[in-house]
Each structure stands twice: as structure tokens, then as C-alpha cells.
Nanobody, 119 residues
């Protein structure tokens, strides 16, 4: 099993910044991709950003240019730098990891961290 622990959420004013962190532990061998998703009340969980390698990074259109995902592969940690936070960004942000095993891909989720944008 893989455990994902997020940190860094909180309350920020519109236009402000937050940095989320997620550390993977447990059976981390085989993790090849990590990322962030978010879920607002009453809505589905949507992709925010994922990183598989330095050249394989994906962002949702709504965060492109404002959010930056990065990772420390040695420590299986992924970060999400969120700048210019807007009223549409509040949600619970979930860390995600994909682990490759023989014949299958396992998906893991963190417990989520709340991001609130309010003046």
C-alpha cells in the first residue's frame, strides 16, 4: 500500500498564493506519476495537474499559467505552487499517485486538504 499525506492548504485572499505538498510513503516502488485533483462541493473531482517526468507535465486549462507542479522523485514528494488564486479555485485538493505493478496500475489518493479563497 501507498500512503499519501498532503499539507499546505488554508485560507488565502483572492490573488494570493499557497503551496501544497504531498509525501508518499509505504510501498512506493513503482510510483511513476503523481498529481493533484480538486473537488468543490457538489461537483466531480477534476484534474489540476500531473507530473510523470520533467517533460511530461499536464495542467487543467483553468490553472495553466497560475499553478506549477513539481516533484522530488528521490523523496516521492509532489508540490503544487498556486499563484493568483481566484474565487473558482476553492476546493478540497487531493494528491494522487499511480503505481505500476506487473499487469496493473494502482491508484492512490490522499485524504485531501482544503483550499479556501476569500476576502
Amino acid at each position: 500500500q501507498v500512503q499519501l499525506v498532503e499539507s499546505g492548504g488554508g485560507l488565502v485572499q483572492p490573488g494570493g498564493s499557497l503551496r501544497l505538498s504531498c509525501v508518499a510513503s509505504g510501498s512506493i516502488f513503482g510510483i511513476y506519476s503523481m498529481g493533484w485533483y480538486r473537488q468543490a462541493p457538489g461537483k466531480q473531482r477534476d484534474l489540476v495537474a500531473t507530473i510523470t517526468s520533467a517533460v511530461n507535465i499536464r495542467y487543467a486549462d483553468s490553472v495553466t499559467g497560475r499553478f506549477t507542479i513539481s516533484s522530488d522523485n528521490a523523496n516521492k514528494t509532489v508540490y503544487l505552487q498556486m499563484n493568483s488564486l481566484q474565487p473558482e479555485d476553492p476546493a478540497v485538493y487531493y494528491c494522487n499517485a499511480l503505481r505500476l505493478r506487473t499487469g496493473s496500475i494502482d491508484t492512490y489518493w490522499g485524504q485531501g486538504t482544503q483550499v479556501t479563497v476569500s476576502s
